[in-house]
């Protein structure tokens, strides 16, 4: 177990000039532009990263092109990517302290949780730098009336993949899409958000130091509309793994069209919890709690619509309301802090602007509802009671401490009220009758569904969502086979 306290000087990242990764360069945006980057605690501005553009990607995506063609990572064999890859890993972990400090100023996170993201993240990391020596296709003795054939599959990489992440467990969405990513053979220009690069580049530094070949990982910071869509719509880039919003999913599938780029999108999500009344309640109420307070809210399977047996529905509202009510709220750095800032004052006037609609839109405020504290982006953990009512409250995705709760009959109406949405990322279910379980399990259509405790993914299985919650699966198999195209090679006898 790592020691999540955060390292006690400031850490070297931020002692010099940020820059981005090109190639083995350390450069400025061609623009000379910087931006800022804030502690979302305080609003503090504690670092500027260059501001890059399309001149930028160009370079980025020509040398990953380059590095790509030349063979320098995907020629390499499977068990000497593989010790790269582990070598990363380690570096990661001996730097923990460092990279949780530069999360924690960065987005804001409570310490512990940003500790345990990142242990976990690595792990996952590790994983994929098992599949470096388990990529292979099939053989085939042909289904056709002829035998005299030979043939075969051949699992190549994708080529240069662009690597769109957002802010809200920044490193973990970096090694989410790296791992498979190297372990496939491609060759990567990752781009973090614009409100979080810090550990981004960091880790740019830490692959260099691993062995990764120079080309092989760049790094580009700036913003969305500028660096991320100069990426989408360049014409070298093979495949684009994007996670962040459904918005910007849909306008990347527009951009990405120039040249087919093979898409991955992990978009949004509204995602039901279902607590029926048999459940283990001294269970389900925290758990229910914590699946929309977590990092705030900004989580893309925050269970934001809680439907409750009717039989229990005061009660569970009261025990969640409670939660709400005594939850410690503040600076991520401090270790009793259980729920830290939103990422940005846009995001905190978005969500307070969700709160008024709300209340607008009829429903009933029951806890929280407004802005905490004096500095920082804060917003209360907010309750409403939505029985009866429908609207958008009940229907987008909030990315804020915000939950609607309203009751639900049984099995009968869990399907009807667990689909009416545009997402099917996740969805949770609480109850102690195995039938049941498996029965909504079944009917929920989403991509994940938790029994009796709520999130958290597993690299063995398939992540990712139904409807608009996005295209394709990251995790497991599928993961990798994201970055990888596949070959058929036919002889003849
Ligand atoms: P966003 O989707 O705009 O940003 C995510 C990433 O996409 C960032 O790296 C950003 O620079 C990049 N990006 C933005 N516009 C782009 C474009 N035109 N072409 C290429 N890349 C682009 O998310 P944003 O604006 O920061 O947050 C707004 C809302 O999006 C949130 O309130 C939340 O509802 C949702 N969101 C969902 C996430 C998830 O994990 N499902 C993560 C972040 C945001
Ligand atoms: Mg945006």
């Given amino acids: 177990m790592n020691d999540h306290a955060p390292s006690r000087t400031t850490p070297d ?162 090694l989410n899409k790296l791992g498979p990513a190297l372990a496939a053979g491609c060759s990567v220009i990752l781009k973090p958000a614009e409100q979080t690069p810090l550990t981004a580049l960091r880790l740019g530094e830490l692959a260099l130091e691993a062995g990764v070949p120079a080309g092989v990982v760049n790094i580009v910071t700036g913003l969305g509309n500028e660096a991320g869509a100069a990426l989408s719509r360049h014409p070298d880039v093979d495949k684009l793994s994007f996670t962040g919003s459904t918005a910007v999913g849909k306008q990347l599938i527009r951009d990405s069209a120039t040249n087919l780029k093979r898409l991955t999108l992990e978009l949004g999500g509204k995602s039901p919890v279902f607590i029926f009344n048999d459940a283990d309640m001294d269970k389900a109420i925290p758990r229910a709690a914590n699946a929309i307070f977590a990092n705030t809210g900004q989580i893309c399977y925050a269970g934001s619509r809680l439907y409750i047996q009717k039989e229990s529905f005061d009660r569970v509202v009261a025990g969640i309301a409670d939660i709400a009510r005594n ?85 009968e109406d869990l399907a009807t009220l667990a689909n009416d949405t545009d997402y099917g990322l996740g969805a949770g279910v609480f109850t102690r009758d195995v039938g049941n379980a498996h029965m909504a399990a079944k009917l929920i259509r989403t991509g994940n569904v938790w029994v009796n405790f709520y999130g958290g993914t597993d690299k063995s299985l398939p992540f990712g969502g139904y409807k608009q919650s996005g295209w394709g699966r990251e995790g497991g198999q599928d993961g990798i086979d994201a970055f990888l195209e596949k070959k058929s090679v036919y002889i003849r006898l």
């Avoid at 501001?51 to 020509?62: E, H, K, L, M, P």
């Avoid at 259980?338 to 969700?354: A, F, K």
Wanted: net charge negative.
């Fill in 13 to 174: 990242l931020l002692q010099r000039p940020l820059r981005m990764l090109i190639g083995e360069q350390w450069v400025e945006a061609a623009s000379g532009e910087v931006l800022d980057v804030e502690n979302p605690a305080s609003g503090e501005v504690v670092a500027a990263a260059p501001r890059g553009a399309a001149a930028d990607v160009d370079q980025a995506v020509q040398a990953a092109r380059h590095s790509f063609d030349a063979g320098t990572w995907h020629r390499l064999s499977g068990v000497r990517r593989e010790r790269i890859m582990l070598r990363l890993a380690e570096l990661l972990e001996q730097h923990h302290q460092e990279l949780v400090h530069l999360e924690v100023l960065d987005c804001g996170m409570p310490i512990s949780l940003a500790g345990k993201a990142i242990e976990r993240g690595v792990d996952g990391f590790r994983y994929y730098a098992g599949m470096c020596t388990k990529i292979y296709g099939v053989t085939s003795d042909i289904s056709g009336p002829r035998a005299d054939f030979h043939a075969y599959s051949r699992c190549e990489p994708a080529g240069v993949a662009a690597l769109i992440i957002p802010w809200n467990s920044p490193l973990v969405a970096a």
């Fill in 327 to 411: 939850m410690r709220i503040g600076d991520g750095f401090d270790p009793k802090t259980q729920m830290g800032p939103l990422i940005s004052e846009q995001q905190q006037r978005r969500v307070l602007e969700y709160i008024d609609l709300g209340v607008a839109e009829g429903a009933e405020l029951v806890e929280g509802g407004g802005r905490f504290g004096e500095s920082g982006y804060f917003v209360s953990p907010t309750v409403f009671n939505t029985t009866g009512k429908t609207g958008r409250l009940t229907q987008e995705e909030i990315f804020g401490p915000v939950l609607a709760a309203m009751p639900f009959s049984g099995l």
